[in-house]
T-cell receptor, first 111, second 116 residues
């Protein structure tokens, strides 16, 4: 059974810092990995999708990497801003038409 | 292009009642999935529909059911509500070009269900 873990569970940083969020999964047989952002009480916003054949994806200040063999992904946020404060979730797709989610990292960027 | 919409946004029900939630996918998207989010269990997959057929189901009791219409809109129903059904119910849509559907999932804002 696929399990997804995100570390740390919570993170507080001053504005302007570069930061890394971690995601690990137990079964490397994945089709892709997706990073989401969730604001309090809201739905999920898709940030990046990395196919299993890819090593990284970039969108603006965000860069996500994938090492399928070791079961790890990282989300790098450059020059963090208060508007980046949210919960970040990673999810893996194992081919059963469903995503398995981690429990998320709650990020607070202090102005 | 409009995003995924869910109605209603908030619901309050009492134990034993039943509830129906609605989801309209992004135009052109053929697959609709449903997830339950709770503080204790996180996000858990309920089911996925494609062309009016349920293709996959998560580990939830039979009280949870769903359907998809010919225009890809989907509804989920929960019968005999329990206190533990209180959650944010999220719907996601995707193009589903391939049979396995590994496309980007786009989520709606969710329906917050409170069971008293």
């Amino acid at each position: 059974k696929q399990e997804v873990t995100q570390i740390p569970a919570a993170l507080s940083v001053p504005e302007g810092e570069n930061l890394v969020l971690n995601c690990s999964f137990t079964d490397s047989a994945i089709y892709n990995l997706q990073w989401f952002r969730q604001d309090p009480g809201k739905g999920l916003t898709s940030l990046l999708l990395i196919q299993s054949s890819q090593r990284e994806q970039t969108s603006g200040r965000l860069n996500a990497s994938l090492d399928k063999s070791s079961g790890r992904s990282t989300l790098y946020i450059a020059a963090s801003q208060p508007g980046d404060s949210a919960t970040y979730l990673c999810a893996v797709h194992t081919g059963r038409r469903a995503l398995t989610f981690g429990s998320g990292t709650r990020l607070q960027v202090q102005p | 292009k409009a995003g995924v919409t869910q109605t209603p946004r908030y619901l309050i029900k009492t134990r034993g009642q039943q509830v129906t939630l609605s989801c309209s996918p992004i135009s052109g998207h053929r697959s609709v999935s449903w997830y339950q989010q709770t503080p204790g269990q996180g996000l858990q997959f309920l089911f996925e529909y494609f062309s009016e057929t349920q293709r996959n189901k998560g580990n939830f009791p039979g009280r949870f059911s769903g359907r998809q219409f010919s225009n890809s809109r989907s509804e989920m129903n929960v019968s005999t509500l329990e206190l533990g059904d209180s959650a944010l119910y999220l719907c996601a849509s995707s193009l589903a070009v391939g049979p396995i559907n590994t496309d980007t999932q786009y989520f709606g804002p969710g329906t917050r269900l409170t069971v008293l």
